[in-house]
């Protein structure tokens, strides 16, 4: 209901609690519009191997050029040998 202006998007990938990989991205500014307005983030490729594999948290963030948080959550994702 109001206007966004430098909307970005912050990934942090971590495994067992360090740091491996932070993103930020440029998503733009928005006018308020009464339809659902979605993001879809660009592709990324996560190495391969023995030692990549196991869990990673990510922690992904929206935020505006005032540090506004608009949303915020966090996920977990499991690198395997077989889907």
């Known amino acids: 209901r109001e206007i966004v202006t430098g909307l970005k998007y912050q990934q942090k990938i971590l495994r067992h609690g360090i740091q491996v990989e932070k993103m930020l991205q440029m998503v733009g500014s928005y ?8 993001y879809t983030s660009p592709m990324e490729e996560m190495p391969t191997g023995l030692l990549a594999r196991g869990t990673y948290n990510v922690k992904s963030l929206f935020t505006d050029d005032d540090n506004h948080q608009w949303l915020k959550w966090d996920w977990n994702f499991e690198l395997k040998k077989d889907w």
């Open 31 to 38: 006018a308020p519009k009464t339809e659902v307005q979605s």
